[in-house]
């Protein structure tokens, strides 16, 4: 167990750990720059040398920043929880995506030191069918969640140890085998 980062004091049966990636600050920077040329465009142009390639240089500057902005900021962070039941992964400042698995559905964990972005094809929520699942916001040390189904969940979070420990710890006490 662990204090609160921000010094509130959880329940007792609560573990709570996170990551964050602030370099994707920079790249939430780079889609809000892309979105500010697209409005730009669209101010600050004529709109008399041709309507339609115009059109399409606002949209796609604005979507292309969107996409970026968003999809960066999704995942500047992963937080974990894990309760006396379950665990539940939030990426972002909004806590989506967001999974929750039940410890009846988990066989055992591991500790992993090394999670890179690049074993899993960069940062976000991942599925690489050799590998399983993953929330990866930076590299580093990760909980590998070995599920009953044969699938696996890799979380990047900070004293990941600590959280495997608690996680195996809470696994002892329950019955062992796949819920039905």
Not at 8 to 37: K, S
Not at 144 to 160: K, M, N, Q, S
């Amino acid at each position: 167990m662990r204090d609160h980062p921000h010094g509130e004091t959880p329940h007792p049966d609560v573990w709570t750990g996170r990551a964050t990636n602030r370099i994707q600050w920079l790249l939430a920077l780079a889609g809000g720059a892309c979105m500010a040329l697209g409005i730009e465009l669209a101010v600050g142009s004529a709109w008399t040398s041709g309507v339609a390639p115009l059109v399409m240089a606002v949209v796609g500057c604005i979507a292309a920043g969107l996409l970026v902005l968003f999809g960066t900021l999704a995942f500047v962070h992963v937080a974990l929880r894990v309760d006396k039941d379950s665990l539940e992964v939030r990426c972002g400042h909004m806590g989506v995506p967001r999974r929750r698995i039940p410890l009846s559905q988990v066989a055992g964990v591991d500790f992993d030191a090394n999670v890179t972005p690049r074993h899993w094809g960069g940062w976000g929520y991942r599925w690489r069918p050799e590998k399983g699942t993953a929330v990866v916001v930076r590299r580093g040390e990760g909980v590998v969640l070995r599920l009953w189904d044969g699938h696996t969940f890799t979380i990047t979070v900070d004293d990941a140890e600590a959280a495997v420990r608690v996680i195996r710890e809470r696994l002892r006490t329950r019955t062992p085998g796949p819920a039905h």
